[in-house]
């Protein structure tokens, strides 16, 4: 493991016990319809394995975890993380389908063409290596299988940009020094977002790792986007 995927872990295990809490807090909710959303796209081609990347405390693979017939596997390198989605899994007795999984996206442990579709919540932006991930999420796609990315953006609109702006640089920065231990891991995640490549640009991206069919959908005047992208060759 590299110096920064050692303190990406460090950070992501040190607030993961208030993670869910200051979720709600910071995207008003907002972020469990976006997560359904993902779930409806994926339904759509009857999947029997699903690889929820970066799945942190399961939120998106106990969703997932829904559809029938289907086994979910939720990969994250942070223990913590996973400890919180365990026991969330545990409560709701939704267990039978997922299994939790320490891993990197970087380097896979399952084989090419092990699944339906790959998942990932706001996750890529915390990817040491973003291209290398991206090309492991395509070995491991069936043909057809779909990558479907929730992610952070950005605002166009100059209104909704000042609104974001006051919302990130105050809202986000006072709740993660209330709420967290650590609020310089708050810090990072805003200003991180400010500079990770997204709509037209992250499908170029996704494009140039030769995922076809690529289309994204803004939520929120911008605050997130959905990207699919499926493996065609
Ligand atoms: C912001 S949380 C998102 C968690 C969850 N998917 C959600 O939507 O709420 C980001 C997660 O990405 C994980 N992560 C960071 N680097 C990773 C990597 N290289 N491979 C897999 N997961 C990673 C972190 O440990 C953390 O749990």
């Given at each position: 493991?590299?110096?920064?995927?050692?303190?990406?872990?460090?950070?992501?295990?040190?607030?993961?016990?208030?993670?869910?809490?200051?979720?709600?807090?910071?995207?008003?909710?907002?972020?469990?319809?976006?997560?359904?959303?993902?779930?409806?796209?994926?339904?759509?081609?009857?999947?029997?394995?699903?690889?929820?990347?970066?799945?942190?405390?399961?939120?998106?693979?106990?969703?997932?975890?829904?559809?029938?017939?289907?086994?979910?596997?939720?990969?994250?390198?942070?223990?913590?993380?996973?400890?919180?989605?365990?026991?969330?899994i545990q409560k709701l007795n939704s267990n039978k389908n997922i299994l939790l999984?320490?891993?990197?996206?970087?380097?896979?442990?399952?084989?090419?063409?092990?699944?339906?579709?790959?998942?990932?919540?706001?996750?890529?932006?915390?990817?040491?290596?973003?291209?290398?991930?991206?090309?492991?999420?395509?070995?491991?796609?069936k043909n057809d299988g779909l990558l479907i990315i929730l992610e952070t953006s950005?605002?166009?609109?100059?209104?909704?940009?000042?609104?974001?702006?006051?919302?990130?640089?105050?809202?986000?920065?006072?709740?993660?020094?209330?709420?967290?231990?650590?609020?310089?891991?708050?810090?990072?995640?805003?200003?991180?977002?400010?500079?990770?490549?997204?709509?037209?640009?992250?499908?170029?991206?996704?494009?140039?790792?030769?995922?076809?069919?690529?289309?994204?959908?803004?939520?929120?005047?911008?605050?997130?986007?959905?990207?699919?992208?499926?493996?065609?060759?």
């Amino acid at each position: 493991m590299t110096k920064r995927s050692n303190l990406n872990k460090e950070m992501f295990d040190s607030i993961s016990k208030e993670y869910d809490f200051i979720n709600n807090l910071i995207t008003f909710g907002f972020h469990k319809k976006w997560k359904k959303e993902i779930i409806e796209i994926v339904k759509k081609i009857k999947p029997k394995k699903i690889l929820d990347l970066a799945t942190g405390t399961a939120d998106i693979a106990i969703q997932l975890s829904s559809i029938e017939n289907c086994k979910i596997i939720a990969v994250d390198p942070s223990t913590k993380m996973l400890k919180i989605g365990h026991r969330k899994i545990q409560k709701l007795n939704s267990n039978k389908n997922i299994l939790l999984e320490e891993g990197n996206s970087e380097n896979l442990k399952y084989g090419k063409k092990t699944f339906d579709a790959v998942t990932i919540g706001y996750g890529v932006r915390n990817f040491t290596n973003l291209k290398k991930s991206l090309n492991e999420t395509y070995r491991v796609l069936k043909n057809d299988g779909l990558l479907i990315i929730l992610e952070t953006s950005l605002p166009t609109n100059p209104l909704m940009s000042f609104f974001y702006n006051i919302h990130t640089k105050l809202y986000v920065r006072l709740i993660g020094m209330i709420f967290s231990n650590n609020s310089n891991a708050y810090k990072y995640l805003q200003s991180s977002a400010k500079t990770f490549p997204h709509g037209e640009a992250f499908k170029k991206i996704l494009i140039d790792l030769n995922f076809k069919d690529v289309r994204f959908e803004i939520k929120l005047f911008g605050a997130s986007t959905i990207y699919v992208a499926k493996k065609s060759i």
